[in-house]
């Protein structure tokens, strides 16, 4: 089991910057790739980014790349996305999820644990 909490979401001015944080409560975290998804009302979940186990290797969404920098830190079983020139579009719940298969994935049925969310909302 790994528990995942997700931080830092907030209300910003479109143009501003946001740092999501995900907090695993597992020591194997090292093993797992992570990912981070969005949810906006009435749409499906969708994926953002993801990174591999070693933080060696990351893709990113068409609609984020270029804004969005994922990354990871082992030693403190935390991964992070920073997303800079945010865009009323970006407005969703994002999550944090975690794979077992170690290498980045982009499909939610890949990952094996979720966190419950973060509220990111873009004003124009």
């Known amino acids: 089991q790994v528990l995942l909490v997700e931080s830092g979401g907030g209300l910003v001015q479109a143009g501003g910057s946001l740092r999501l944080s995900c907090a695993a409560s597992?020591?194997?975290?090292?093993?797992?790739?992570m990912g981070w998804f969005r949810q906006a009302p009435g749409k499906e979940r969708e994926f953002v980014s993801g990174?591999?186990?070693?933080?060696?290797?990351?893709y990113y969404a068409d609609s984020v790349k270029g804004r969005f920098t994922i990354s990871r830190d082992n030693a403190k079983n935390a991964v992070y996305l920073q997303m800079n020139s945010l865009k009323p579009d970006d407005t969703a719940v994002y999550y944090c999820?975690?794979?077992?298969?170690?290498?980045?994935?982009?499909?939610?049925?890949?990952?094996?644990?979720w966190g419950r969310g973060t509220q990111v909302t873009v004003s124009s």
């Open positions: 597992r020591r194997t975290f090292s093993t797992y790739s």
């Open positions: 990174i591999n186990w070693s933080g060696t290797s990351t």
């Open positions: 999820a975690a794979s077992s298969t170690g290498v980045v994935r982009t499909s939610k049925a890949e990952y094996d644990y």
